[in-house]
């Protein structure tokens, strides 16, 4: 399952630079996540590490992009070319 954004974002950018997939980006309000690209760090970490950091836990789970364990790893080696 991708993750995704809150409108309680408040732009405070910490999220964008720790994401291994570049999948977090400036929307027109607030940072999105692009679900193609988004393995919730699968492959990279133990835990996503845009939730980790985030101040105000404002990125749950995606329930319109619901993926298993494996299929997150399947995203990780196509993005990484492995």
Partial sequence: MA????????NCDVCEP?????????GDDIYV???DLCTE???HFD??????I???DCI???P???ESQSDLMAKFKQITNQ
């Fill in 3 to 10: 993750l995704f954004i809150t409108d309680e974002c408040i």
């Fill in 18 to 26: 720790v994401c291994p997939n570049d999948a977090i980006s400036e």
């Fill in 33 to 35: 996540i692009n679900p």
């Fill in 41 to 43: 760090c699968v492959g």
């Fill in 47 to 52: 835990e996503p590490q845009c939730v980790e």
């Fill in 54 to 56: 985030c101040p105000i």
């Fill in 60 to 62: 749950p789970k995606d």
């Fill in 64 to 66: 319109n992009h619901e």
